[in-house]
């Protein structure tokens, strides 16, 4: 939010850069983040939380991993297909990466024509994320189907230490709820984008507040975190 | 009037003021130009691909891992900064969320410690010598 609130002194707080300016912020007897809105500020403190949240879910695995004397099976070779002929290693991993990024590409020009009142292309790029998105967790549902019937279970697989299953079930069971939460998030505001609520400042059904372009940034926030924590996923349990 | 309902005031103001404002205020302040997001998306793509190649080629031991989690930090990095804006919100906020999951790094260290003795325990005491 633009404003600031002035102290007894009769002076704008925290307009200082660097870390004058965070000693002035954190200090102030008022809001901490300035130019920063709530609406903005409770969807990155949630985001925090999350963090911690998968945080814990890798550490385990990796703890898991770590300790265990059995050969953790080879994530290449497992999440490996047969495309025609060719038996290409990790593709189904490298084209559910190469998606999500690319939502995240779409979503970022979405939250920028927002800020314009756009409201025809950031609908659209929207909605393009959200197809995206379910794309997302509809390839990830194949891999799950495929897993399952080659005997993988939260508490054994084939090819050896019992914790990958557990492992996997959980770590990119959580990130797929994640993403198509996000999906019907996506759509609740593209639908809200293109019918024009943001303009002519209308109320929301559950909350009676007005809503405003910026809730296309902060539900961007959630969609570019889901992204984010792909990339961890990918890198420590996929790539390991 | 005390402190409290001054502040509340002055927070009723800005929501109201912010009505007129938001637009405008972050029209200027978060709009990039979309040829930046076009670059970082581009780079989210070469450095995934990077990633692969690692695999693909088999690399192993500490290159294998360096170049893995530097490309990873480095994606992160592109994302954090850029699509969701961080390089250009207030210092105050990056700080308060940037600095916890550093915290998390010395958990990560704790529990790299912690297994690599329990996996020894378990090598000494329940592997069978073949």
Not at chain 2, 21 to 27: F, I, L, S, W
Not at chain 2, 45 to 55: A, E, K, P, R
Request: with cysteine; hydrophobic share 55%.
């Amino acid at each position: 939010m633009a404003e600031t609130v002035l102290t007894s002194t009769g002076q704008g707080a925290g307009r200082l850069p660097g870390w004058q300016g965070i000693a002035a912020d954190w200090a102030s007897d008022q809001r901490a983040f300035k130019n920063v809105s709530w609406g903005k500020a409770m969807m990155w403190i949630f985001l925090l939380s999350d963090t911690f949240i998968f945080s814990c879910f890798l550490l385990s695995y990796m703890t898991a991993r770590m300790s265990t004397t059995v050969p953790w099976p080879n994530t290449s070779e497992v999440f490996a297909l047969n495309i025609g002929d060719t038996h290409i290693p990790m593709i189904l991993i490298a084209i559910m990466t190469f998606i999500l990024i690319s939502s995240s590409g779409t979503m970022a020009m979405a939250v920028n024509f927002g800020y314009r009142r756009d409201r025809i292309r950031t609908a659209a790029l929207m909605l393009v994320t959200a197809a995206f998105g379910a794309t997302f967790v509809g390839m990830q549902a194949f891999e799950w189907t495929k897993l399952i019937t080659e005997g993988v279970r939260p508490w054994g697989n084939p090819w050896g230490a019992e914790q990958f299953g557990a492992s996997f079930f959980m770590i990119t069971g959580f990130h797929g709820t994640h993403v198509t939460i996000g999906v019907i998030f996506l759509i609740a505001v593209a639908r809200k984008v293109l019918r024009g609520d943001f303009d002519v400042e209308r109320r929301g059904f559950f909350t009676s507040r007005k809503g405003y372009y910026e809730i296309v940034e902060i539900m961007g926030l959630y969609w570019h975190f889901v992204d984010l924590v792909w990339v961890f996923i990918f890198a420590l349990f996929y790539l390991w | 009037m005390t402190n409290a309902t001054v502040q509340i005031e002055g927070q009723l103001h800005a929501h109201a003021h912010d009505a007129v404002a938001t637009g405008v205020a972050h029209a200027k302040g978060q709009q990039h130009p979309i040829k930046l997001y076009l670059v970082v998306w581009g780079w989210l793509f070469v450095l995934s691909t990077c990633s692969f190649l690692v695999d693909y080629f088999g690399l192993h031991g500490y290159l294998r891992w360096s170049l893995i989690l530097l490309f990873m930090v480095v994606k992160a990095g592109l994302i954090v900064a850029v699509f969701m804006h961080m390089a250009w919100e207030r210092l105050a906020l990056t700080y308060a969320i940037l600095a916890p999951p550093i915290a998390v790094l010395v958990f990560v260290s704790i529990m790299v410690l912690e297994s690599e003795y329990t996996h020894l325990l378990r090598v000494l005491f329940f592997t069978t010598p073949s």
